[in-house]
């Protein structure tokens, strides 16, 4: 069974403090990893699609990398906003079917 | 562009009775996908539909069924709801066009007494 481990389950910053997410996967033949952040009793909203080792991107204060067993949400100087649950997700082969990791809680604090 | 959007936002039945939520896609997307999440867990993948047809399950009883319309438009049926069945339940839409990339409706949050 293709699996989806997300650490640490929760992470508490102070605002400017940067840290890094990780999310490894045992999927086979990668089809794409992708990032959501989930804020309390909201649905996921999407942030980044990564496909291949290597690849980067970033959006403000956030980038995603990606390697051959796992990818990293890096956070740089976190602001109170950024508290919130963020998922990854990769695809069964067809995309017909997809695993989330249990998430990662993230709080700021100012 | 509109969003994906779910309704109800919020219901509460018994055990054992049946409930119906309902999903509409994102424009122009034709693939839609349902989860449940239960309180400080990831979404569980339930199943998917594309094009009107089943076209993935998870790990998820028969009691669990759905309907894609040809607007893409979803329904998803739980019968004989049980009291694990208490969740959010989350409402994906996508499609070749978008990569793939599952964009999420708001839920619905079911609670089962």
């Known amino acids: 069974e293709d699996q989806v481990t997300q650490s640490p389950e929760a992470l508490r910053l102070q605002e400017g403090e940067s840290s890094s997410l990780n999310c490894s996967y045992t999927v086979s033949g990668l089809r794409g990893l992708f990032w959501y952040r989930q804020d309390p009793g909201k649905g996921p909203e999407f942030l980044f699609t990564l496909y291949s080792a290597g690849e980067e991107k970033e959006k403000e204060r956030l980038k995603a990398t990606l390697t051959k067993k796992e990818s990293f949400l890096h956070i740089t100087a976190p602001k109170p906003e950024d508290s919130a649950t963020y998922l990854c997700a990769v695809p069964a082969y067809n995309f017909n079917k997809f695993y989330f990791g249990s998430g990662t809680k993230l709080n700021v604090k100012p | ?113």
């Open chain 2, 1 to 113: 562009e509109t969003g994906v959007t779910q309704s109800p936002t919020h219901l509460i039945k018994t055990r054992g009775q049946q409930v119906t939520l309902r999903c509409s896609s994102q424009s122009g997307h034709n693939t839609v996908s349902w989860y449940q999440q239960a309180l400080g867990q990831g979404p569980q993948f339930i199943f998917q539909y594309y094009r009107e047809e089943e076209n993935g399950r998870g790990n998820f009883p028969p009691r669990f069924s759905g309907l894609q319309f040809p607007n893409y438009s979803s329904e998803l049926n739980v019968n004989a709801l049980e009291l694990d069945d208490s969740a959010l339940y989350l409402c994906a839409s996508s499609s070749e066009g978008s990569g793939e990339t599952q964009y999420f409706g708001p839920g619905t949050r079911l609670l089962v007494l």
